[in-house]
């Protein structure tokens, strides 16, 4: 089944613990993306990687990290989380291949919470 | 830059009544993608259509159909005879096709809709 898997979906932690929330895909995409979503915000994109070892801001990039070693996975990196990021996370990708606009899949999202 | 505006945060209605959910966005390229997203109380994004800025002719799906008016820079979603499963939050999103970020996706900040028995 073609599908985006985020771990963990769920997790409470303290300000200042380093965190990372996992995304892979198994449907080989080239583009994959982060977002978070607050209430009356709607989804801003944190970062972007249009393929391996290539990534990018998004829009609120501030605070956190990502890579792209492989093509299936992109972690996303809280080095030291702070209240303000607590959010709802969603991991995205797409096929490009010089196709834009093409949907993306969404993970279930991770709803991290930080103390 | 682009910008998607869902200026109603929340509708409610009864069952089987229409019902409109409304997205105006703003861009400067002239090679453009509109999607919307149904968000149910589970939590997940749900893809529910695609339309390019070429493309104006309306679609119907079932009991969904969708408005894509150049013109007004409007793309609205109708659901016909609605259900307490449509209850959810729906995204209305953008994307230009512009290199670098050809698959970025803009979201409005969603509407959230509510039907009851």
């Known amino acids: 089944e073609a599908q985006v898997t985020q771990n963990p979906r769920y997790l409470i932690t303290v300000t200042g613990k380093k965190l990372t929330v996992t995304c892979s895909q198994n449907?080989?995409?080239?583009?994959m993306s982060w977002y978070r979503q607050d209430p009356g915000l709607g989804l801003r994109q944190i970062y972007y990687?249009?393929?391996?070892?290539?990534?990018d801001k998004g829009d609120v990039p501030e605070g956190y990290k990502v890579s792209r070693k492989e093509k299936r996975n992109f972690p996303l990196i809280l080095e030291s989380p702070s209240p303000n990021q607590t959010s709802l996370y969603f991991c995205?990708?797409?096929?490009?291949?010089?196709?834009?606009?093409?949907?993306?899949?969404f993970g279930d999202g991770t709803r991290l919470s930080i103390l | 830059a682009q910008k998607v505006t869902q200026a109603q945060t929340e509708i409610s209605v009864v069952e089987k009544e229409d019902v409109t959910l409304d997205c105006v966005y703003e861009t400067r390229d002239t090679t453009y993608y509109l999607f919307w997203y149904k968000q149910p109380p589970s939590g997940e994004l749900v893809f529910l259509i695609r339309?390019?800025?070429?493309?104006?002719q309306n679609e119907i799906s079932g009991r969904y159909s969708w408005n894509f008016q150049k013109s007004t820079s409007s793309f609205n979603f109708t659901i016909t005879a609605s259900q307490v499963v449509d209850s959810a939050v729906y995204f209305c999103a953008l994307s230009e096709a512009g290199t670098g970020t050809a698959s970025k996706l803009t979201f409005g900040t969603g509407t959230r809709l509510q039907v009851t028995l």
């Open positions: 449907m080989n995409h080239e583009y």
């Open positions: 995205a990708s797409s096929i490009t291949r010089g196709k834009a606009g093409q949907p993306q899949h």
């Open positions: 339309r390019n800025s070429f493309d104006e």
């Open positions: 990687s249009m393929n391996v070892e290539v990534t």
